[in-house]
């Protein structure tokens, strides 16, 4: 079992930064692949990255590559989402989330535990 709390959100002007982070519960951190997902009001819950154990394997949505990197200190229990170039249509709520799943998750159907999440917000 783990416990997720997400932190970092705001209100940031179009072009600008945040980085999210996910402080995790318990001794056992290393052992789960982690994800950030986030949800716009009306829309579905929607992949944005994903990392491994270990931090070596990364996958991220097509909408965010090239401006969100996900990252993780497993000796923190930590897990950040740095968000860089931000865009209105970023604006959502964003979730941390844990999975023992063997191989690199990137559903939301297949991660266990959740955050309380925390909110973006992007003016233009």
């Known amino acids: 079992q783990v416990q997720l709390v997400e932190s970092g959100g705001g209100l940031v002007q179009a072009g600008g930064s945040l980085r999210l982070s996910c402080a995790a519960s318990?001794?056992?951190?290393?052992?789960?692949?982690m994800g950030w997902f986030r949800q716009a009001p009306g829309k579905e819950r929607e992949f944005v990255a994903v990392v491994s154990r270990g931090g070596v394997i990364t996958y991220y949505a097509d909408s965010v590559k090239g401006r969100f990197t996900i990252s993780r200190d497993n000796a923190k229990n930590t897990v950040y989402l740095q968000m860089n170039s931000l865009k209105p249509e970023d604006t959502a709520v964003y979730y941390c989330a844990a999975t023992l799943t063997s191989r690199t998750p990137a559903l939301a159907s297949e991660f266990d535990y959740w955050g309380q999440g925390t909110q973006v917000t992007v003016s233009s």
């Open positions: 318990g001794r056992t951190f290393s052992s789960y692949n």
